[in-house]
T-cell receptor, first 117, second 110 residues
């Protein structure tokens, strides 16, 4: 299947700082990527849809100024958690659909565990 | 929006036992996938199954799209099967997106 690589896998940051998470499609071009958030023992909640060359679409209740998404190329989307606070600590996972003109199977990155202290 | 319900929420099995996990969804969907989330958080693609039946080793899945449910069968369970199993549906309503169920947390005892 398609490979989606996410970096870093784990990050600890101080409250008030910003953290950038990268999501790359390694062997295909991805015009659309998705960002999810998962709290302990809960399901994955879709935060936003990242579209190459255009603005991201955010789900209701997700602050677009806090979670900045940039999809500058067909293989890279980034999520920046700005002015992080302890309540932003969570597991963040990105996904992409498979290669263009294929089926719509979703593939996921390894996830990033963010801890804000 | 579309609702995805999984049952049971928790399941404890003795090694070697069989089990069936269920996923119900409230509206028509484009596609459906089953995932296994390992202890490190990685989501492993198990099945891409918008309809019909597929098998992969000890696992198999069936989706009946007209009745809006899917089943994941685990046979001869092993301790390494432990983890969380998610059903996720793909819908194109309000933009293409993948919506997850709450998951089934499986623990297989040796």
């Amino acid at each position: 299947g398609a490979v989606v690589s996410q970096h870093p896998s784990r990050v600890i940051c101080k409250s008030g700082t910003s953290v950038k998470i990268e999501c790359r499609s390694l062997d295909f071009q991805a015009t659309t990527m998705f960002w999810y958030r998962q709290f302990p023992k809960q399901s994955l909640m879709l935060m936003a849809t990242s579209n190459e060359g255009s603005k991201a679409t955010y789900e209701q209740g997700v602050e677009k100024d806090k979670f900045l998404i940039n999809h500058a190329s067909l293989t890279l989307s980034t999520l920046t958690v700005t002015s992080a606070h302890p309540e932003d600590s969570s597991f963040y996972i990105c996904s992409s659909l498979g290669p263009l003109n294929s089926n719509t199977e979703a593939f996921f990155g390894q996830g990033t565990r963010l801890t804000v202290v | 929006g579309i609702q995805v319900e999984q049952s049971p929420p928790d399941l404890i099995l003795q090694e070697g036992a069989n089990s069936t996990l269920r996923c119900n969804f409230s509206d028509s969907v484009n596609n459906l996938q089953w995932f296994h989330q390992n202890p490190w958080g990685q989501l492993i693609n198990l099945f891409y199954i918008p309809s019909g039946t597929k098998q992969n080793g000890r696992l198999s899945a069936t989706t009946v799209a007209t009745e809006r449910y899917s089943l994941l069968y685990i046979s001869s369970s092993q301790t390494t099967d432990s983890g969380v199993y998610f059903c996720a549906v793909q819908t194109n309503t309000g933009g293409f997106k993948t919506i997850f169920g709450a998951g089934t947390r499986l623990f297989v005892k040796a």
